[in-house]
């Protein structure tokens, strides 16, 4: 059986995928029923959180089953609570001692761990990457390209030097490696790749230069034939009406103008399309003449009637033709490229000896393609019965042809399985997901389907729930009116379980603000949407501003700075928008380019000799640049010492790669686009993208700029021409990437594929804006600007109106009826004041003019502002929060800043700099039977040191294989050893970990800094944990007794210093 979980936002899916998980667990009758169940999650912290959820709750089960909210609906099935509580602990401690068979897992993990049991069948060595840079690999291609020029391969060298002849004789201005670069990328992103898998194209044969070549003359055929076509009709109307004595001038305003032009002209350029006037004039002769002289020149009607017809049906039969065949033109030395690229491609894979991540589904499913599950099972080395799929809605096409045989198998046996996912949250299209699986396909491939939806809301309060009711029934109505009869499927169909329940536990309803404003006010009224909700009461670390792009981001973050307030991004600040790295750069240019004046002139102003510098290696010359402008203007230093850091991982990572060139290093920077990750602050504003929220959640949102989500996208598009049955069947039956500006396809053959993709940007994009406004747990704030007149002047009218007919249920109804009234709003406004919106923000104001007062909603119109407000901003003030942990722990502790002032440095800042050998580096210094030992010592000990409770075991291990330092073998190995290892030691690691320091410095009276590896501190009571992973050494309890003396020292009496081998276990 399938079970298929529809789980709107914060309905609780993550809870009840544990809970399906944790029940298959326990209710099965072979004890390590774990390693035959496999749930997927699509992120790596998705994986974690869940792993950490279900071994929480087998814990709370075993320990202490009532307080577990899952006991409900699991002490039936055991004969007492005392059977549940035994068999939870059995379980727990069972997937403690065998961790690496507990099958939770990323559904790019499981694939490639069953692509490597096939890595003989696909032609690889068992010890392949992944590439996950698609990007390097195109660019390496590209470079790969140009180089193989030469007289030996004639066909690339004609045909480059013909498109750029021909882009040339166009006007354009062109860059040969960037224009290959650019097209590469097209030619290898996953929207490509989907358009050749959806149409069966072959590559190989479609894009040969031979086909190419043939598709080009053909094309120029049908385009000269109908120019040509045209040309004779409007000429042979012209001829006519001349020999009956008549002129351009003389019909009513020069209506047939563009006739005579196209008659007298011998371009080969398109002919102008004929106007509307033109068009009703092939049917009504009355239209041609003055009044006056249409009697006199009735006679001509028969002779010149025909041949207007016959123009204009050239037009009517074969214009889309003829743009269809243009457009394709215009792109074929383009795709003249894909051939040699996908070559070289290959080629850089093969000897690189990796694959890329996109490719990999791809062979995978044409190795399973009709193989049944055993034989999978048996290369695989597992069997599993039961499977878990989590964002189902982000699953492709591809990814679930791979998953389909080994359900099927499942399901033929009997065994249960759950897919869950919302399709109003599916927003990675471009990544290849196709919401229309989980929507309706997978409910007609399986016959023993269950389909639930989740229809509480237990995240947000009571007015954030009620506004997304509202507004997602009404925006869904209107988008279908708006699409007509021409959309395969309806919005409003996606959107029929968007009404939820409100189940959050608070006595405050919430607060929704709803701002518009003209564009240049947008980043004050973020500004005061954050200094209102810190005045009530909330830390900065409480607000969320989330935005649709990271060139917004970027913009908002630096923005807050400049204000004082103190921002962490994930992927919004830009290294290059640092003043001390750019100067930093700058100086580099100027090292041997005398032309470079900006370098040479900063140089000079910093009285840097440039030419004395250029011998140091690279890393230590950045690092004097930056003391030398540190020492100018410690100021600015100081607010950007993030971005010094990230400057130095980068010339860092830079130099490991590709030596102390300056030149190739400058390139680099040039072509990258650099980013600051921070960590998380309860005391900084945090900037989000809204792809990178998906599945959080928020104290309180800021969605400014919500006018970027617009309806559609005009972009590029590969899809396919209708060309069946026209001339260009069997000349044009490939993908081509295309414009969707309307009305660029209107009048085109691929006005059909183009309607299709539109129709789908719908979709996309009102999930986009459902994840934004999902995400709040007790505010948001929404700022958008001023729609433009029209919009407004079409809405305003029926203001009134909508209020009078809705008032009523929107005052007394219920959420329900307030919903279903919400449709008969926006068929209202649809129907009274239809609006040409263009973006969702343009929407949210017709719904909120038209429906705001009658929900309750206070409307404040000001000079260029209008603000819809519902609900107070929760009193923050009232919460009860924990207080820090590192601060009651550490009381005497003293603190000293990140950049050193003059007065508080005692030696060279160069030295001060540079890294100090720890007591653990004995470990590097061995004989060399020894040295894979203590270097897998040494990988051991930084992965401890990033656990505090053992939840946060699984992700430092993954942290040490995303690094780098182990592979996926030893993932598994050391994530058995170490959980073995800590759950031994119960004492050491407790629950909650508000007792631990982890790697806290200890600063004794000579200025010295220790660093003991794991204290506890307990009642006054200290235990001081070292780690070691090789021989025992006497050295070793000198070293923890110092630990130990500085904690005397500090006041503590009880103090236990322990060193613990924890590959053998043994505690001395």
Not at 35 to 53: C, G, P, Q
Not at 380 to 408: A, C, K, M, Y
Not at 771 to 794: C, F, H, M, Y
Request: charged share 30%; with cysteine.
């Amino acid at each position: 059986m399938i079970r298929i979980m529809k789980a709107s936002a914060g309905s609780g899916k993550t809870f009840n995928l544990a809970k399906t998980y944790i029940r298959l667990l326990l209710t099965d009758e072979e004890r390590y029923s774990y390693r035959h169940i496999l749930a997927v999650t699509f992120t790596n912290k998705a994986t974690d959180e869940m792993k950490s959820r279900i071994l929480k709750e087998l814990h709370l089960l075993a320990t202490s089953p009532k307080d577990s909210p899952y006991y409900e609906d699991l002490v039936p099935v055991f004969d007492s609570e005392d059977g549940l509580r035994r068999r939870a602990e059995t379980v727990l401690c069972d997937i403690l001692h065998d961790y690496g068979a507990f099958a939770v897992s990323t559904i790019d993990r499981f694939f490639q761990q069953t692509l490597k049991a096939f890595s003989r069948e696909i032609g690889q060595f068992a010890t392949y990457q992944v590439e996950l840079d698609r990007e390097s690999l195109v660019s390496e291609s590209v470079d790969r390209v140009l180089d193989s020029l030469s007289e030996d391969n004639k066909d690339l060298l004609e045909w480059l030097t013909q498109s750029v002849m021909d882009d040339l004789e166009k006007g354009k201005r062109y860059n040969l490696e960037n224009n290959l670069k650019t097209v590469a990328m097209t030619l290898k992103s996953d929207e490509h790749r989907a358009a050749v898998e959806e149409y069966g194209i072959d590559e190989e044969k479609e894009y040969s230069k031979e086909n190419l070549a043939r598709m080009k003359k053909a094309l120029s055929g049908v385009m000269t034939s109908f120019v040509k076509e045209v040309r004779e009709a409007a000429k042979a109307f012209v001829s006519a009406a001349g020999e009956e004595g008549l002129a351009n001038e003389d019909f009513s305003r020069k209506c047939f103008n563009s006739l005579y032009v196209c008659a007298a002209s011998d371009s080969k350029d398109e002919p102008a399309y004929p106007s509307a006037t033109i068009f009703r004039n092939c049917e009504d002769f009355s239209k041609w003449f003055r009044k006056a002289d249409l009697n006199r020149f009735a006679p001509v009607e028969g002779r010149l009637m025909p041949l207007l017809q016959r123009y204009c049906g050239i037009f009517t039969e074969k214009y889309k033709i003829y743009t269809t065949a243009s457009k394709i033109s215009l792109i074929l030395n383009e795709l003249g490229i894909a051939g040699d690229l996908n070559r070289e491609f290959r080629a850089l894979m093969k000897e690189k000896n990796v694959l890329s991540l996109d490719d990999s589904n791809v062979i995978l499913r044409n190795i399973i393609d009709g193989t049944d599950a055993p034989f999978i099972y048996e290369k695989l080395g597992v069997r599993f019965e039961h499977f878990l799929l989590d964002e189902f809605q982000d699953t492709s096409r591809i990814q679930w042809d791979n998953f389909r045989p080994l359900i099927e198998n499942s399901v033929s046996q009997g065994k249960e399985n759950l897919l869950v996912g919302d399709v109003k949250q599916s927003i990675y299209r471009w990544r290849g997901s196709d919401w229309r699986m989980m929507a309706r396909e997978v409910q007609g491939e399986f016959t023993q389907c269950d389909v639930e939806t989740l229809d509480s809301n237990y995240r947000s309060l009571r007015n954030i729930v009620e506004f997304n009711n509202g507004f997602f029934e009404y925006a869904s109505s209107v988008l279908d009116a708006m699409s007509g009869n021409e959309s395969d499927f309806k919005v409003h169909d996606i959107y029929s379980d968007a009404g939820q329940l409100a189940k959050s536990k608070s006595a405050s309803d919430g607060s929704v603000d709803v701002v518009f404003c003209d564009m240049e006010d947008e980043m004050q009224e973020i500004l005061d949407a954050v200094n209102k909700v810190h005045e009530a009461g909330a830390r900065y670390g409480e607000i969320t501003v989330l935005v649709r792009s990271n060139r917004h981001g970027s913009d908002v973050a630096m923005f807050l700075m400049d204000k004082g307030i103190s921002v962490i991004s994930d992927d919004s600040l830009h290294l290059k928008s640092s003043a001390v790295a750019r100067q930093v750069v700058s100086l580099l240019s100027s090292v041997g380019n005398e032309d470079d004046t900006i370098g040479s002139f900063l140089a000079g102003e910093l009285d840097i000799n440039v030419a004395e510098l250029s011998c140091l290696s690279l890393s230590d010359l950045c690092e004097q640049l930056l003391r030398i402008l540190k020492d100018r203007d410690p100021e600015l230093f100081e607010s950007e010492t993030q971005y010094v850091q990230a400057l130095m991982d980068f010339v860092q990572d830079y130099v490991a790669v590709n030596g102390n060139a300056i030149d190739g290093f400058l390139k680099a920077w040039q072509e990258a686009d650099p980013k600051i990750s921070s960590p998380s602050d309860p005391e900084s504003v945090r900037v989000m993208t809204i792809h990178k929220s998906k599945g959080l959640e928020f104290q309180h949102v800021i969605f400014p700029f919500a006018e970027e989500i617009g309806l559609f996208r005009s972009e590029k598009h590969w899809t396919r021409p209708s060309v069946e049955g026209t001339e260009l069947e069997g000349i044009a039956d490939g993908v081509y990437n295309v414009s969707l500006r309307k009305p660029a396809n209107e009048e085109s053959l691929f006005r059909e594929g183009s309607q299709r993709e539109m129709q789908f940007q719908l979709v996309d994009n009102i999930n986009t804006f459902y994840v934004a406004l999902t995400r709040p747990v007790k505010g948001l704030t929404v700022i958008a600007s001023n729609p433009p007149e029209k919009i407004a002047d079409a809405i305003v009218p029926v203001a009134s109106e909508v209020v009078e007919s809705v008032s009523p249920v929107a005052s007394t109804g219920s959420a329900t009826e307030k919903t279903n009234s919400a449709r008969q709003v926006a068929e209202l406004v649809e129907a009274t004041a239809p609006c040409d919106f263009t973006d969702f923000s343009q929407i949210l104001y017709a719904y909120l003019y038209g429906y705001g007062e009658a929900l309750g909603y206070v409307k404040k119109e000001a000079e260029d502002k209008t603000v819809f407000s519902k609900g107070d901003i929760f009193n923050y003030g009232s919460l009860e929060r924990k207080a820090d942990t590192v601060s009651e722990l550490t009381p005497g502790y003293p603190s000293y800043p990140l950049n050193p002032t003059a007065e508080d440095e005692d030696s060279d800042v160069r030295e001060r700099g540079r890294l100090k050998f720890s007591a653990d580096s004995i470990d590097f210094f061995c004989d060399e039977t020894r040295n894979d030992a203590r270097l897998n010592g040494t990988v051991l000990h930084g992965i401890l040191s990033e656990v505090t409770t053992l939840s946060d075991l699984p992700g430092a291990v993954r942290h040490a294989f995303e690094s780098g330092e182990i592979d996926a073998e030893q993932e598994e190995n050391y994530l058995n050893i170490l959980t073995q290892r800590i759950y031994a030691h119960p004492e050491w690691f407790p629950a909650d970990g508000s007792e631990v320091l982890n790697e806290t410095g200890l600063i004794d009276t000579d200025g010295e800094t220790y660093r003991p590896d794991r204290v506890l501190v307990k009642d006054g009571k200290v235990t001081v944990i070292d780690y070691k992973f090789g021989e025992k050494d006497r050295r070793y309890h000198r070293q923890v007794a110092r630990y130990a003396d500085i904690y005397r020292r500090m006041g503590y009496s009880e103090i236990t210093p322990i060193i613990w081998y924890v590959l053998t276990d043994e505690v001395e």
